[in-house]
């Protein structure tokens, strides 16, 4: 049985957080959510923005203040840098970096650029994570409903002896500990975390549904049918899984489904599969998956480009398209 300790709002000091000032760079998903929670948590926030940023009209129109980058950072006593991780490395050491100051903290959603070395802040500086498991409007609309999201948090760097407390304070003022946070490392949640997207939710998902789709096309049954039932319906069971695990979603579908899901599902992940999933994990341990991607963005992402242009007009879509058309609730 596991050990880990669940941290709830009982377990932190918001006056931690409330005696400094935030900036947070970015107001995409996550940079929205963040900014707006712990605004209306009483905390002090500033949002950093390129000079000519279009997003800056919606930020004041929430209420919030803005700056340039720079400023926002040189004014903050915290910086969560909430843009993309491919962005990071460049605006950090460009706009972050230079104005930061020494027993500030930074602050990250993700580890991956303090994981794999493209971000070594300086040692003057805490270095924490908090990682809302949820998108920015799931975390935004469950803060304004009076409840939360699950968080993880993390330390990388302590200098003040304060790192984790004002951790725990701002998951706090995101409302995470409303549903509970627990602590991890860098290492660990950026692992997890790429080895879950590659192997089940994203791409293992993705996968499967295609292969599912294009076995029962291929057998001469219709597009719209194979859609439905490998696609469409999909839903309905993550939604059972995720309420109730796997035992809950086994009580609620039929006889014959739970059958099936004993039956045939090791057959479809099976040795081979398993096998390809340890090489992911792998592939994501020693680096080989961060360098890759990190070289295609130095070159403009040429195979990410090439990669999202095979993957339009793929044949499902263009079913599931027609059919969601009709599916006036979406």
Not at 127 to 145: H, L, N, S
Not at 177 to 196: H, M, Q, S, W
């Amino acid at each position: 049985m596991s050990t880990v300790r669940v941290y709830e709002s009982s377990d932190t000091d918001p006056a931690l957080l409330q005696a400094r000032r935030v900036a947070i760079v970015g107001y995409g998903s996550q940079g929205h959510a963040h900014a707006l929670n712990l605004h209306d948590s009483g905390v002090d926030v500033v949002v950093g923005l390129r000079p000519d940023s279009p997003t800056r009209e919606r930020v004041e129109g929430d209420g919030l203040a803005t700056a340039t980058v720079a400023d926002a950072v040189a004014s903050a006593d915290l910086v969560s840098i909430l843009i993309p991780d491919a962005g990071q490395r460049r605006l950090y050491e460009t706009e972050v970096a230079p104005n930061l100051k020494d027993g500030g903290a930074l602050l990250f959603a993700h580890g991956f650029n303090i994981h794999y070395r493209q971000i070594e802040p300086r040692a003057s500086v805490d270095v924490i994570m908090v990682a809302p498991k949820a998108p920015g409007a799931m975390v935004r609309r469950e803060y304004e409903a009076g409840c939360g999201v699950p968080g993880l948090i993390a330390v990388h760097q302590d200098s003040t002896g304060q790192a984790r407390d004002v951790a725990l304070a701002y998951a706090d003022a995101l409302g995470c500990t409303r549903a509970g946070v627990i602590e991890t490392t860098f290492k660990d949640e950026t692992e997890t975390d790429l080895f879950g997207e590659q192997a089940v939710l994203c791409g293992g998902v993705s996968a499967l549904i295609r292969a599912g789709f294009d076995t029962l096309t291929g057998a001469g049954y219709a597009p719209e049918l194979a859609y439905f039932e490998c696609l469409h319906e999909l839903k309905l069971i993550v939604d059972l899984i995720q309420s109730g695990g796997l035992s809950g979603m086994r009580a609620e579908v039929s006889d014959t489904a739970e059958y099936g899901d004993y039956v045939g599902g090791p057959k479809v992940i099976g040795a081979d599969s398993r096998r390809a999933m340890e090489e992911l994990l792998l592939e994501i341990q020693s680096g080989d998956f961060a360098d890759r991607w990190i070289r295609d963005g130095q070159c403009g992402h040429p195979e990410f480009g090439r990669l999202r242009d095979e993957a339009r007009g793929d044949p499902l879509d263009t079913v599931g398209r027609d059919l969601r058309a009709r599916m006036a609730w979406l």
